[in-house]
């Protein structure tokens, strides 16, 4: 079995947190990102607290416990680290978070409608139709028991007024559901400029699980 790299795994999520950037999903200090520590039942890496991304090392991102002590690191986790516990506790499947707070995925999470299945990646890769959390604040544990109810076993949510949360069996997959919701809630506004009955697909109904 390969051991797991630490340093390597820093690498990864700046580089990610860097591309959320990139790509239009994040500004300022907002979003987080977070990976459950393989072979610890009880460690996991998170960026820290109000740190810009550009401005960011992989020493700077830190590792907590479930209950969102810092373990190791030069910073405080980030604000929402009880989010991301609440889903570790309850995603056994899960072992990367990506939040995010890109404009049309808020755009729906402001209307207060689901992100519907106008791509078939974005179905795939969410496993349906990306549910609205209605708004709470978003620094405790309370929220993220209820965002994990309304997420349930699909692999998106949006924080109504706030912001787009993707898991995934690794950070890649977390961060690709990320990009695919979005691209599907811009596509899904324009459709519905257009007509408000868009065809939409259903994951139940595609009958397969891998990206095309």
């Not at 200090?29 to 459950?36: A, K, L, Y």
Request: glycine content about 6%.
């Amino acid at each position: 079995m390969t051991s797991f790299d630490l340093a390597a795994a820093k690498r990864d999520i700046l580089d990610y947190c860097l591309r959320s950037m990139e790509y239009g999903l994040n500004f300022n200090t907002q979003g987080n990102i977070s990976v459950r520590i393989p072979g610890e039942d009880d460690r996991f890496l998170i960026t820290p607290t109000d740190l810009e991304y550009d401005k960011m090392t992989p020493e700077d991102i830190v590792v907590v416990d479930s209950e969102s002590r810092l373990i190791e690191g030069p910073h405080e986790p980030s604000s929402e680290v009880t989010v991301h516990m609440a889903i570790y506790r309850r995603r056994p499947d899960v072992n990367a978070i990506v939040h995010t707070e890109p404009i049309y995925s808020n755009v729906w999470g402001v209307i207060g409608e689901p992100i519907t299945g106008t791509l078939v990646n974005m179905v795939i890769y969410s496993k349906g139709d990306v549910p609205i959390m209605p708004f709470e604040l978003s620094n405790n544990t309370a929220f993220g028991d209820h965002m994990c109810d309304t997420m349930g076993d699909l692999n998106a949510v949006v924080w109504a007024n706030h912001g787009l949360l993707t898991v995934g069996e690794n950070l890649r997959d977390a961060f690709k559901t990320s990009v695919a919701v979005e691209s599907a809630a811009k596509v899904l506004l324009h459709a519905r400029a257009v007509t408000d009955k868009p065809i939409v697909l259903e994951y139940d109904k595609l009958g397969i699980t891998s990206a095309l």
